[in-house]
């Protein structure tokens, strides 16, 4: 074989010997293991730090101050500097001013977002005209199954009657939601397995073509 059909070869067997350390932990905690997981632990944050500095703090610093020109930018860059200052016991209260900036923009930013897209496109979607369809019937159920939902977090009066009944019927349903959540994260894992093992498959046929 060439060359390079070796030098794919090598890096294809490398990435085969780390998933079968990380596979080795459901046999027991191992040394192969610790070391791949300090590994891909010690990769993964070099890898984000220079993304980030790359696609942030070239962008957002570096290019519109001596670039372009942008002088007011140094007051974020001081505010972000200030943040090291939490390293320090004795000017640690720096620090402060830059989280107070940092948490009141974002609680200005996130919560109108917050509400806008976890209540009102809720309640937009929940209030409309019934089709005498199965996707309407589809939509009835699931308006009565978010009203008994809601009914079972209304804690001012005692779950009986129709509140018991209705807080109930929640109880199912919120039992259903929790289940398929947890399905689909089951089941991407299982993707991801699936991937691993059709990997080792294909790793193991072209060491065979390759070698023999």
């Not at 016991?89 to 948490?103: H, Q, V, W």
């Amino acid at each position: 074989m060439g060359e390079t059909s070796w030098v794919d070869l090598f890096w294809t067997t490398v990435a085969a010997l780390i998933t079968l350390a990380i596979f080795s932990f459901l046999y027991k905690d191992n040394p192969a293991f610790k070391f791949v997981e300090r590994l891909w632990v010690g990769i993964t944050t070099g890898y984000w730090t220079m993304l980030l500095y790359h696609t942030s703090f070239t962008d957002k610093v570096v290019t519109p101050i001596f670039r372009q020109g942008q002088w007011w930018y140094i007051i974020p860059s001081i505010l972000g500097i200030l943040m090291w200052f939490r390293l320090s016991k004795k000017y640690g209260f720096l620090a402060r001013y830059s989280l107070a900036f940092y948490i009141g923009i974002s609680t200005g930013v996130f919560i109108p977002l917050t509400i806008k897209a976890s209540i009102l496109y809720q309640l937009h979607g929940s209030i409309r005209a019934i089709e005498p369809t199965w996707s309407g019937l589809m939509f009835v159920v699931a308006f009565l199954c978010m009203i008994c939902s809601l009914s079972y977090f209304f804690f001012s009066k005692e779950h009986k009657g129709l509140l018991g009944v209705t807080s109930r019927i929640g109880i199912f349903t919120l039992m259903i939601g929790f289940g398929t959540g947890f399905g689909l994260t089951v089941m991407g894992r299982v993707a991801l397995l699936g991937h691993r093992v059709s990997f080792l498959h294909d790793w193991v046929q072209q060491v065979v073509g390759t070698v023999f």
